[in-house]
């Protein structure tokens, strides 16, 4: 009779072992597929980053290299949707503000300057002043390409996982890595010399540089 409760028990401590090892492994398996998602989520949107703003130089280089003014109105629009989705995408990252300040300032004007551009009564006509800028605007988004080029690289090598940015696991990189804050800092630090815009848009520079203006005239009592 002992010798059948303790069979028994035995075989019910092994059933429960079974389910809580079932049941452990289930959950390490929903852990890591929850965590491919989001590092794939990630991925797409860097990806996406990197692609808009390669489009983004590509545009202002054949803008520039325009002798006519035909299509320019495509080329603006085309412009300004890149700038735009680059942002959107940008900001899906795990990176605190400060982190891509710069960036995000660069192609919010890039974009806001395409659609001012777009938005003149006399069309998209090219002045000497718009090639300038062009010029700047070309400069800066060669060497945004340049260093963010560099952090795909990095990511490549496996110096960084954008899931483990997420929850903030830097302890867990190996020695001598470079996590993706810092390799963004790095983009930040090569657009510390944002060209300065100046045209009829939200975002030109004469407009956040502007001082607020008081109120004038006697004081009412």
Not at 13 to 34: D, E, K, P
Not at 120 to 130: N, S
Not at 194 to 208: A, C, K, M, N
């Amino acid at each position: 009779m002992n010798l059948r409760r303790y069979t028994a028990a035995l075989v019910a401590l092994f059933v429960l072992l079974g389910i809580t090892a079932f049941w452990g492994v289930s959950q390490a398996q929903a852990r890591r597929s929850a965590e491919m998602q989001i590092e794939n989520k990630y991925n797409r949107a860097f990806y996406e980053v990197i692609q808009r703003s390669k489009n983004i130089e590509a545009l202002l280089s054949k803008g520039l290299a325009s002798g006519s003014h035909n299509n320019m109105d495509n080329l603006f629009s085309d412009l300004w949707y890149n700038a735009n989705a680059a942002q959107e995408n940008l900001h899906q990252l795990p990176l605190s503000h400060n982190v891509i300040a710069k960036t995000s300032k660069f192609l919010t004007q890039v974009g806001d300057y395409a659609y001012a551009i777009t938005k003149r009564d006399d069309g998209t006509k090219m002045t000497d002043e718009d090639r300038s800028t062009m010029r700047e605007l070309y400069k800066t988004a060669k060497a945004l390409n340049r260093e963010l080029t560099k952090v795909q690289q990095q990511a490549a090598a496996g110096k960084f996982r954008w899931s483990e940015v997420q929850k903030g696991i830097s302890s867990n990189f190996a020695k001598g890595s470079m996590s993706a804050d810092r390799s963004f800092r790095s983009v930040e630090s090569q657009m510390q010399e944002l060209p300065t815009l100046i045209y009829d848009g939200p975002f030109s520079d004469h407009l956040e540089r502007a001082k607020p203006l008081g109120v004038t005239g006697k004081e009412v009592t």
